[in-house]
Structure formats: C-alpha cells, structure tokens
T-cell receptor, first 116, second 111 residues
C-alpha cells in the first residue's frame, strides 16, 4: 500500500505570496491532519479533516487554511507568507478520526517551505 | 499548561547496547500514547503505541513502558543498531481529539 504522499517536497516563496500544499493519504484513510514542524516549536497541530469536514483546528492564524476533497486528498493553503512560516509541513492520515483508539497517524515526508 | 516532553534532547549509545528514551506527560487524562521515529529528510514513522489501560507493550526490538502514577513513558530499544539513529518523539492523545508531540530526543548510535 502506498504511503502518504506530499507534493511538492520543496518550495521557496517570498514574503506576501501564498502557497498551496497537497497531500494524498493512504488509500482508505479518511482522516487527514496537518502539522507544522520547526526546530524551535517542534510539531504543532494545524488542523484535521475527516470526510471533507474540518474536525479540529490548532492555534494558528486565519492565514492558514485547508480543505479535503471527496477522495480524501487534502490541500493546505497559507496566504500572505511571513518569514516565520518557514518550516516543514507534514501531512498525516489515519483510517478514522482521532476519536478512535489504536489509530496512529501515518505521516508523509513533508513539504519544506522556505520564505525569503 | 498541559504538555508532553522528553527528558533529554540527545542520547548517544554504543551499537549493540540497549537504549532507553524517556518522556513525561502532564495531563493525567491522556489515554493513548505513541512513539515515532523521524530520520533525516523524512516524516515521523510510527513505532509503537500503548493505551492507558496497559503498563507495557512489546514490538520487534522495542518495548514501551507506561507509568501512570508518575506520568512517565519510556521507549526501550534492544540491541541498538546504526539504523536506529534518528529523532524519537512521544505523543499523547487526550479528550479523544488532541494529539500533542514532545520535542524529540536525537539518538546517535556509535559503531
């Protein structure tokens, strides 16, 4: 079974631009979560989608948004990029939503975003 | 506030020795715990998980121990190999919808 696929692997953007990241979950997985990983803050939760609905949202500004399509694929958008948005953005999928036990997240290899 | 974290940011062991990576959590309501391994350039990889109604769970060369009294979680890796070199994260889940990750311990295996 193919793993979680994230595209692109690397992105370089300038301040003020916007960016869209894509995630294809493991086949059959209906939950997709997004995390931001930085050396200083570690892994921080952005949001979770399940069956095209946002189920949970972390403490990030409204510039960060996402959506999920009927095939469970998900996109994340960041508008008006800031230097501090430079990070590794990780997508993770699971078969069910996070209210279920024994449902670990399966991560992709991330998109490395650099904002200059 | 509530948090989950690791005791040591780095750990260095000799190849063949056993490794123990520790994690402390602060929320007594946490009911599901996971260990992840992250190699350079890759996303976190699931290693093993444990529910709060268990004290110990074993996998292939790995054992997770949970001490709810002191809110402590540990990952033991037997016969550590060079391929085990990575950053290890613990994560906990509480309220059925909030998963938090510790800062990570970088394990280095010396040949």
């Amino acid at each position: 079974k193919a793993g979680v696929t994230q595209t692109p692997r690397y992105l370089i953007k300038t301040r003020g631009q916007q960016v869209t990241l894509s995630c294809s979950p493991i086949s059959g997985h209906r939950s997709v979560s997004w995390y931001q990983q930085t050396p200083g803050q570690g892994l921080q939760f952005l949001f979770e989608y399940f069956s095209e609905t946002q189920r949970n949202k972390g403490n990030f500004p409204g510039r960060f948004s996402g959506r999920q399509f009927s095939n469970s694929r998900s996109e994340m958008n960041v508008s008006t990029l800031e230097l501090g948005d430079s990070a590794l953005y990780l997508c993770a999928s699971s078969p069910t939503d996070r209210s279920s036990y024994n449902s670990p997240l399966h991560f992709g290899n991330g998109t490395r975003l650099t904002v200059t | 506030g509530e948090s989950v974290g690791l005791h040591l940011p780095t750990l260095s062991v000799q190849e063949g020795d056993n490794s123990i990576i520790n994690c402390a959590y602060s929320n007594s309501a946490s009911d599901y715990f996971i260990w992840y391994k992250q190699e350079s350039g890759k996303g976190p990889q699931f290693i093993i998980d444990i529910r709060s109604n268990m004290d110990k769970r074993q996998g292939q060369r790995v054992t997770v121990l949970l001490n709810k009294t002191v809110k402590h979680l540990s990952l033991q890796i037997a016969a550590t190999q060079p391929g085990d070199s990575a950053v290890y994260f613990c994560a906990d889940l509480y309220n059925n919808n909030d998963m938090r990750f510790g800062a990570g311990t970088r394990l280095t295996v010396k040949p």
